[in-house]
């Protein structure tokens, strides 16, 4: 989608976070469990962490696949794995995400197994839980940059979306950079 592309012709990082909210949002409509679906309930997901990581970048009219599966956690959220293949069937981005699911008015999480069938609750692993390492605090900050929130930065929930802090700490990292380098590892905790 030539819309999804920064000025390298490269899929944007904002894009990539789209699509795999996109993703998850219609596997969730799959399970009775979509945003619009917990909209009635009061109820909203929320992405607490993502870890993705980047082998190549799409480019414009690369064909690629996305594929999404849950392992729910505790019963209190759900880690999401994701993962981006190209037409050659090669893996170019990996990324799992914390969903949790809670309470608009409160912002509390609530027990997956109100809302999902017991099928749909399997146990998990530990090592499924063990993917996330807590940040280290920076010991400086380099780069920094106000922003201000604007309607279009909104979600369902009436919050900054999660794609959206991406782009805005991307819009911190000089032009030079940007143009010379591309991450290959993002870690994010809201």
Not at 122 to 132: G, L, M, N
């Amino acid at each position: 989608v030539y819309s999804a592309l920064g000025s390298q012709g490269h899929l944007k990082i904002v894009s990539i976070l789209n699509f795999l909210q996109d993703a998850a949002t219609e596997h969730a409509a799959v399970l009775g469990v979509s945003g619009f679906d917990l909209a009635r309930e009061d109820l909203a997901w929320v992405i607490s962490r993502y870890q993705i990581e980047i082998k190549a970048t799409p480019k414009w009219r690369d064909e690629i696949w996305i594929e999404t599966w849950r392992t729910p956690v505790k019963n209190l959220y759900e880690l999401r794995h994701f993962r981006i293949i190209d037409s050659n069937a090669r893996e170019i981005i990996t990324a799992r995400a914390f969903w949790v699911m809670v309470k608009k008015e409160t912002g509390r999480p609530v027990r997956l197994s109100r809302y999902l069938s017991d099928r749909f609750l399997e146990k998990s692993t530990p090592s499924d839980t063990e993917i996330f390492q807590n940040p280290k605090s920076p010991g400086r900050v380099d780069f920094e940059l106000p922003f201000k929130i604007r309607m279009h930065d909104l979600d369902l929930n009436h919050h900054v979306n999660n794609a959206i802090y991406v782009e805005w700490a991307v819009e911190t990292v000089p032009e030079s950079l940007l143009l010379n380098f591309r991450p290959e590892t993002i870690n994010v905790t809201f």
